[in-house]
Structure formats: structure tokens, C-alpha cells
């Protein structure tokens, strides 16, 4: 953490009743510096005013070139997904813009396809009955023929058919069957 805020620059927004936090993030210093200046000064410490969800969203993010929308709090540490946890539960911060955008609870997982890695600004994620109507008009906007309603394995397309991001459709029933066909295949 940069440490080049000025005593008195910490001094004036104690005074001011602002959090050490909020102070922390404004100077971009160490808010355990900005408390021992508080206590040096003999200032209570704030009542925790607890954020919303959305507001606790809104803290973690910041606005990067493009329209996109970067995490800046916890990520899973294998993936790197963004997480956020509130209220003692863990919550995806993608389905928090899809929320704000669309105003309902997203189906399946939501991400942006908009090229940028774990992108969550609302206006790039989408659920997966979205990303499932954008790859399907893809797929007629680039000539594409309408989906057989089986594949040829015989699974039902309603069900199981799928568009990658390009528009070409696949099924999801044969790819997860391929999968594990080719997991029990490595285990023998």
C-alpha cells in the first residue's frame, strides 16, 4: 500500500468524519495507519455503516477501457473467478451485474463474452438462456441453418442443444459424454 499521504491530508478527513476505510481508499494509503492517526488524535472510530450488497459490489469494482468492468476483491484462488462474499454467503459478482441490468435472478452461470477476462460490467454478462439466444441469431446472421431437432446420437435439442460463441451448434448431452468417456479412458 502507497504510504505518501501526508499526516495532515489524514488529519482533514478524520475531521471531516470520514471512515478509515474510505479514507484508505481516497489517499490510497494504509487504513491501519489512517487509525493509529485517529487514535493519536484521541477520534472515535466510526459506527460500521453497513453496505448493500450492491454498494459492497460497487466498491470492488473499477471501470477499465472498453466499457469493461474489472473485480478488483477476492477471486477463487485455482480459477481466479471473482467472489464476493456478504452476509456469511458467497455470491458471483457477474450475477450481481446481470441483476442490476436485467432487474431478475440470471439461470445458469453468467459471464461476458466481450473478450476481456472475467468482465463484469452489466451491460457484458449475460445468463445462460442470453447467451444461448445471441449465439443462436449469430449463427442465422452468418448463414447458419436451423438446429435439427435431435443429434444424431438421438438427444432431444430443446433440451440439450447448445451454440458455441461463434454460432455453431453442438450437443451438450454428446460433449459431456464424450468427456467422460475420455476421463474413464485416462483412469484405465
Not at 11 to 22: D, R, V
Not at 86 to 102: D, E, H, V, W
Not at 121 to 147: C, F, M, N, S, W
Amino acid at each position: 500500500m502507497i504510504q505518501n499521504a501526508t499526516r495532515e491530508q489524514i488529519t482533514e478527513l478524520l475531521h471531516k468524519g470520514l471512515s478509515n476505510t474510505a479514507i484508505g481508499r481516497q489517499l490510497h494509503c494504509d487504513r491501519h495507519r489512517v487509525g493509529d492517526i485517529r487514535r493519536e488524535l484521541g477520534l472515535a472510530n466510526l459506527p460500521c455503516q453497513p453496505l448493500t450488497l450492491e454498494e459492497k459490489w460497487a466498491a470492488n469494482t473499477r471501470p477499465v477501457e472498453g466499457g469493461h468492468v474489472e473485480w478488483t476483491g477476492e477471486r477463487e484462488s485455482t480459477s481466479g473467478t471473482p467472489v464476493m462474499r456478504y452476509g456469511g454467503k458467497s455470491y458471483s459478482p457477474a450475477a450481481i451485474a446481470f441483476r442490476q441490468r436485467t432487474g431478475r435472478h440470471p439461470v445458469g452461470q453468467v459471464f461476458a463474452e466481450c473478450g476481456f477476462k472475467h468482465c463484469i460490467a452489466p451491460d457484458h454478462v449475460d445468463d445462460e438462456p442470453g447467451r444461448i439466444r445471441t449465439r443462436e441469431q449469430l449463427r442465422y446472421l452468418t448463414g447458419g441453418r436451423k438446429r435439427k431437432p435431435y443429434c444424431p446420437h438421438g438427444h432431444d435439442q430443446a433440451e440439450h442443444g447448445r451454440y458455441e460463441a461463434d454460432g455453431r451448434a453442438y450437443c451438450a448431452a454428446c460433449k459431456r459424454d464424450r468427456k467422460r468417456a475420455g476421463r474413464e479412458a485416462v483412469a484405465r
